[in-house]
Structure formats: C-alpha cells, structure tokens
C-alpha cells in the first residue's frame, strides 16, 4: 500500500500472480476436493484455503483473492464452464445476446465470492495487502465473443468491426458491472484492487484507445468517485509503446509491466509512479543463472523507485515452489 501511494520501499513488496495455482501440490489437494473449478470459486472455505497458501509458504507482502475474470460472464448466465484440458468455456455471444443481458442480479450472484473476501481479510496478517481484482471488459469479452480462449482474438476483433455498436454496447456494460464489482470487493475488505487487460497487447492503436484505454478510464473513474481512496493497478499485456502515457490516461496509481517491456522503458514509466513487474515465468521455470540475473535486472533498474516486484504475467504449473523461496529471498536480500 505504501508503494501504491508513491513511497520506494527498499527491499520493495514482492507478490506473484497466479500465487494460487497448480504449482502448488497444496492447491492441487484442495482443487481435486472442490468438485469443479467455479465450485472453488464460490465456496469461501476453499477460496480463502487457496488463497492463505502461498502467503503461509512464502509469505508475500500481498495476497490475492482466489477467484477468476470470468466470473462476470458467469453471473451474466453465460454457461461458464472450466473443463479439465481446455480451458474456459461459454456461450458464445452475438448481438442479440448482447442486446438480451442482464446484469441486475451481478451481486447476488458473486456473493459467495464477496464473502471470501470478508473472511480473508479477518485471517491474514494486517501488514499483509489483500488484493481484489477483475478483467477489463476487452479481454474478458474476447473469452464472451468466442466463447473460449484464443491465441490472438481474432473472433473479437472481427465482432468489433463488424459491430461496432453492439461491441461499445458490451464493453460499457461490462465496464458498469465491473466498477460496482470492485467497489463491493473493497468494501468486503480488499485493500487494492487490479484489473487485468490480459489481451490488451493483440489491438491496433485506434482499436487499444476504443477498447483497452476508454472501459479501463471509465472502470477506475467511477470507482475513485465512489471511494475515493481506492488504489487501482492496471496490467495492459503486451501493450509495449502504448503504455506511455496509459497510466495519464487510464487514472491508474500502478501499471503492471509484462516481461517484453524494456528496463530503461520502465524506468520512464516509473517516473510518473509505481509500476509492478516484470520477471518472464519462464525464469521461475528454468531456476539457476536464469533466475538469478532476471531478478538482478530488475532491482537494478527499477529498485531505486516505487516498485511492486511481481512476474510479467501469471506463474505456471511447471514452476518449481523451491525458485519461488530463492526468488523471494534474493529480492529481500537473503532474508525470507
Ligand atoms: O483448474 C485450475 O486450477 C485452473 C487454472 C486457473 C486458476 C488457478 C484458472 C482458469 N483461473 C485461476 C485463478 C485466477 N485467474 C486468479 C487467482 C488469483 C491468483 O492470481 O492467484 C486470477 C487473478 C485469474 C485471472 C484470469 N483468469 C485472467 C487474467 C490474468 C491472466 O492470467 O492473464 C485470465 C485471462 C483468466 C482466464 C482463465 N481462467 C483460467 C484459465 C486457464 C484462464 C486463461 C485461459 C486462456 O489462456 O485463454
């Protein structure tokens, strides 16, 4: 929190995203007992298990709630599904199913995932930063639009062009349910909140402005109208030369840097205020020298401002626990 409000903290704050996950045999135990992935999602004593883990092992300065973006599609009656080997599934949207949704019920139906939040904030540490979170409505309407995940969006961008009303029409809404969605998060108790643009980095500058920057302005404008003490990280991926002058733009406190963003690159942004990156997971893969020198990169850049160390993009499966511990204490400087 200190570091959201402009402060260099030295070591910084460390947390990784995807902190909950399958790299973890602990997470896995829980997971196989919830029954499906959204059963996880909505029932508080797993969530908040899930949650507690990689702060209990690694005892990171931030948790994350345990919860997914495609929640909203969810609680907008999309048939979400998660099946084992391929990923999120739903409906796949068109005009007149755009024209038909209702988001009137959106809090009743997250409830379940409010009341994590309420639990979690009793059950860690208070110097431990809960953080809350959502996707920004381009990328959680490129998973609306075709209906599962994609390499490069392409049923989405070609639904925005084709529909350009109808897309405006999506992306506002989700923007509005959104904004409510994290005001209820930080009033259940989330210090922060973070709104991931996971699919930000496949638009064209005019489709980056429309569709990433104008829903990501609106989400945190009238959040801050509401609580206005709010702090807000926007994570654009792959968004590169147009992170320049998002942050201005957006009203964003922090910007998350994925691992293609150059140091000396950051350290511009960073001028302008906190940023939160940007080791590959790949490095927590590999381990060793690998590790050792991306982690050095970045303090060496970025350690002399205000700095959220995290990955560039979430932890994955094939990540080993043990280089999680080496990179949490090489980042504290030997102390875990
Ligand atoms: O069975 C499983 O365990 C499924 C794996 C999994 C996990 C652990 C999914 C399915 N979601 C999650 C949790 C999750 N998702 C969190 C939890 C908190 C934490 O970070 O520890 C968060 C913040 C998310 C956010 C999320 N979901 C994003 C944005 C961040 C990112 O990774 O880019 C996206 C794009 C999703 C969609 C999604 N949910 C799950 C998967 C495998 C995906 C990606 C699908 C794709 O690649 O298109």
Request: aromatic share 8%.
């Amino acid at each position: 929190m200190q570091v959201l409000e402009g402060q260099t903290l030295s070591p910084p704050p460390i947390w990784l995203m995807r902190q909950a996950g399958r790299y973890l045999p602990e997470y896995r135990e829980v997971r196989a007992k919830a029954g499906s992935f959204l059963d996880l999602c909505y029932t508080p004593d797993h969530a908040v298990e899930v949650t507690l883990q990689p702060i209990r092992r690694f005892a990171f300065d931030a948790a994350i709630l345990f919860s997914d973006i495609l929640v909203i599609p969810d609680a907008l009656k999309r048939n979400v599904r998660f099946t084992e080997g391929h990923g999120p599934e739903m409906d796949p949207i068109d005009v007149d199913g755009i024209a038909r949704l209702d988001g009137s019920r959106l809090l009743q139906h997250l409830e379940p995932v409010l009341e994590t939040v309420r639990r979690l904030r009793g059950a860690l540490p208070p110097e431990t930063t809960l953080l809350g979170f959502c996707g920004a409505p381009w990328t959680v309407a490129t998973y609306m639009i075709a209906g599962h995940g994609t390499p490069d969006q392409a049923p989405a961008r070609l639904f925005a062009y084709r529909h350009p009303k109808a897309f405006e029409t999506l992306l506002m809404l989700l923007a509005e349910l959104s904004a409510d969605y994290l005001v209820a998060q930080i009033d259940a108790g989330a210090d922060a909140v973070q709104i991931f643009d996971s699919w930000a980095g496949v638009l064209g500058a005019r489709e980056f402005e429309a569709f990433a920057v104008k829903p990501m302005a609106r989400i945190i404008r009238s959040v801050k109208q509401r609580r206005p003490n709010a702090k807000v990280i926007a994570f654009a991926k792959g968004a590169g030369y147009q992170l320049k002058d998002y942050r201005q733009k957006t009203g964003a406190d922090a910007i998350g840097l994925d691992w293609s963003v150059p140091l000396d690159f950051a350290v511009e942004l960073q001028k302008d205020g906190p940023v939160q990156g940007n080791l590959d997971p790949m490095r927590m893969v590999a381990g060793g020298v690998a590790l050792e020198e991306g982690i050095d990169d970045i303090l060496q850049h970025l350690g002399n401002g205000p700095l959220i160390f995290n990955l560039g993009h979430g932890i994955t499966p094939q990540a080993a626990p043990e280089n999680v511990r080496l990179l949490v204490e090489r980042v504290r400087g030997g102390r875990a």
